[in-house]
């Protein structure tokens, strides 16, 4: 799974969701190349408007904020913070097992105790990183701003079933609820006609 989170991210063109829903955000503030060798750069470039709010579809932005909150899990989920980062990652990490983000957390707690010991180019990306992480995060979480949101965030979670049910439930609820009201309003009413 790793490996293909790698490639997507070195070849936008390997993720489709990202493709269809950012498609003119590509086109207009990336310029992708079109011999297919674009080593991360259109990514790289959707993730550096993303962070200057330069993206103004949603679905795009959601797309965009999920990449860089998939890249917290793994280092090697993000290539280009990966290859700046080789030589801290051998030098003060080497040790550190893969997974879970805490090769990623070993860096940022070289960042925040001992800032100069990283190398120029690794510590400038993780700080453009941590701070892409805090506002995914925030693009994540924001509730949906209308119905159409709502009925999509609905439709495309993976507790949509879940949904489904508790929504039939309380219709049939309110249903039984009726039946068993308008009997006892019927009731009540032929005891007042007598």
Known sequence: MIKI???QALNYKLNPVL???CKSE?????KAPMDGDEHGQVEECLKAAFLKKQLINRECQLEVATLIAEAKADIHVDPILETACTVDLLRYCAKVTSGDGRKLSCLRTLLKETPNSLEKDCREKLERRIEMFR?????????????QQLVQQVVT?????????????????VFLT???LGRATKRA????NK
């Open 5 to 7: 989170l790698q490639e």
């Open 19 to 21: 493709q269809h829903f």
């Open 26 to 30: 590509i086109q207009e503030l990336c």
């Open 135 to 147: 506002n995914a995060d925030d693009t994540l979480a924001q509730p949906p701003e209308d119905m």
């Open 157 to 173: 979670s993976p507790a949509r079933k879940f949904f489904l049910v508790i929504l039939m439930s309380a219709t049939g609820l």
């Open 178 to 180: 009726g039946i068993f």
């Open 189 to 192: 009413m032929g005891l007042k």
